[in-house]
């Protein structure tokens, strides 16, 4: 998928989220990461057609998207999101979650969501999940039964926000190999994340967005081999302090 | 964390424990009352309520009538009122607000002598019923729209953006996600106030709607025994209260699920 920002700034009343945010490229899949308050849930949110850039342009595959819920409404249908976490429906049972965008959105008969729906639950382990309410999952089952409702749509890109941050690292893991497996199929991705193993190996290009803007853009092996910038440097310095 | 020592959370008392305190309870209070009217040497004879229970059973039956009827229209009054104080017509907004401070600062007995007497002579409304179900439900509806205003405030931001990356309009949204989760989370307070009105609507005696008050000051300017009319009827409203305050248990638990923030 082509994506292209062109200059696009976000402002909250006062408060700078985004400054002159340029890019064009093909997504396949695309690691963001940065440190907190840089602006990169603003960016995968304006991405997602959640909220509208103060100034700029957001084209897609060549069309420039139209932040109005009408446009924004077939849009959805081909770019799905995941939030970091409480992303389902609270009052919902995980069947449900899944089976509304199928049957609101799509308009697909109720008998066939719940087919698919059961399909996804089975491949990803979640079939013992399906009557249950968000509360009675662990945080780990309620990614990926969102990750499970994201793609039941068959979107053409998915958005995650740093869909492991709120998890155990065991569940982390799940959710991330449930992730891989959808790359390879095909999905393309874009995912905030703090995991830069992941980052590292299974996203190709990785972005680094610091101080509201891109600082650093590329090939994710390159881009961890050789950072350009010094504020690269201390921040990957920072983050893999710890790792083993 | 350490849990509470006061309160009861994550303790589970037996059956035998929960029986013997509820009776230590009952013995309590019934023992004070009776000690009460004992000590002004009252000597109450409930017998004498027996012949009037077909006035009695309508009263009763026109209270659940004008509650009833009271709450559909209260919460049909709030929820304008509710999303009026959002909606982006000023004029209505300030309608709104304005209607929701003055019924809330004022009695119902005053609404209720203001409305009957002013502006309903003044617009031809002569029948009591229908003017007492609209003044009652005009005073809850004030009470009922801050009870949807907080239902729908207490919504996050987030899941408006998961309904809308959904590809949900705006309908579907209203319908599949504010709406339920409001009701969810305002089920608890809008039964309490569904006991209040049930209260409240004894206050409409003043326009001698014949409710179950009203019933009860025409019998006892009949046997002279407020004591065991007034007792009684008190009686009966908790019936009903207790009625709604059970079935809102129920509920509750039905729609409650829990929110990890
Ligand atoms: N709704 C909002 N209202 C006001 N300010 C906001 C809002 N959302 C974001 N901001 C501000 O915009 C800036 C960028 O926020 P953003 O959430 O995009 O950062 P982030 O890179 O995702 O950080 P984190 O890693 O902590 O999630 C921050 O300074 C934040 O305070
Ligand atoms: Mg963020």
């Known amino acids: ?244 | 964390m350490k849990e509470d020592r006061f309160l009861t959370k994550g303790i589970n008392p037996s059956k035998f424990h929960k029986i013997s305190h509820i009776a230590i309870v009952v013995l309590v209070l019934v023992g004070f009352v009776w000690l009460s009217v004992h000590l002004i040497g009252l000597e109450l004879d409930f017998g004498t309520l027996f012949q009037y229970r077909n006035r009695l059973w309508q009263g009763f039956l026109m209270t659940i009538l004008i509650s009833v009827g009271s709450l559909v229209v209260s919460l049909f009054i709030g929820l304008i009122a509710a999303l009026g104080q959002e909606y982006k017509v000023l004029f209505l907004q300030y309608f709104c607000k304005t209607y929701v401070q003055i019924i809330r600062g004022t009695p119902l007995l005053v609404q209720i002598y203001f409305f009957y007497y002013i502006i309903g002579t003044a617009w031809g409304i002569n029948n009591r019923y229908i003017a007492g179900i609209v003044i009652l439900s005009l005073f809850e509806g004030a009470y009922i729209a801050e009870i949807i205003r907080g239902g729908i405030q207490s919504i996050d931001r987030q899941k408006y953006e998961i309904a809308i990356s959904l590809g949900l309009t705006s309908y579907q949204t209203f319908r599949f996600v504010t709406f339920p989760l409001v009701l969810s989370r305002i089920i608890p307070a809008l039964a309490g106030q569904f006991s209040s009105i049930i209260k409240d609507s004894s206050l409409l005696s003043v326009i001698a709607v014949i409710e179950l008050t009203q019933t009860t000051q025409e019998i006892s300017a009949d046997n002279f025994r407020m004591f065991e009319n007034y007792i009684f009827v008190g009686f009966l409203y908790f019936l009903l209260t207790f009625a709604v305050t059970t079935l809102s248990k129920k509920w509750e638990k039905r729609f409650h699920y829990e929110r990890r923030i």
């Not at chain 1, 408060?15 to 997504?27: G, I, M, P």
């Not at chain 1, 969501?113 to 780990?140: N, W």
């Not at chain 1, 299974?202 to 590329?218: I, M, N, P, Q, R």
Request: aromatic fraction near 8%; include cysteine.
């Open chain 1, 1 to 244: 998928m082509n994506v292209e920002f062109k200059a696009i700034s976000k402002y909250f009343q006062d408060q700078t989220a985004l400054e002159n945010v340029n890019f064009h490229d093909d997504v396949s899949s695309l690691a963001i990461i940065g440190p907190s308050g840089g602006g990169k849930s603003t960016l995968l949110r304006i991405m997602g057609g959640l909220i509208s850039p103060s100034h700029g342009e957001l084209l897609v595959d060549g069309r420039q998207l139209r932040f109005d819920r009408k446009s924004l409404q077939a849009y959805h249908k081909k770019v799905g999101f995941v939030f970091q976490s409480n992303g389902l429906f609270e009052h919902m049972t995980a069947l449900e979650n899944v089976t509304l965008p199928l049957v609101q959105s799509l308009g697909m008969d109720r008998k066939e969501a719940v087919h698919i729906a059961d399909s996804l639950f089975e491949r990803f382990g979640l079939h013992d999940q399906r009557s249950k309410h968000p509360y009675q999952m662990s945080g780990g089952q309620q990614q990926r039964v969102s990750i499970a409702r994201a793609v039941s749509v068959k979107p053409v890109l998915l958005l995650l926000d740093e869909p492991t941050s709120a998890l155990d690292p065991e569940y982390t893991a799940d959710v991330l190999d449930m992730l891989r497996e959808l790359q390879k199929e095909g999905l393309k991705t874009m995912i905030v994340t703090h995991e830069m193993g992941f980052a590292k190996h299974a996203c190709e290009k990785l972005l680094f967005l610091s101080h509201h803007t891109v600082v650093e853009y590329g090939y994710s092996n390159d881009v961890f081999k050789n950072p350009k910038t010094h504020e690269l440097q201390s921040f990957l310095d920072l983050v893999l302090e710890w790792k083993v």
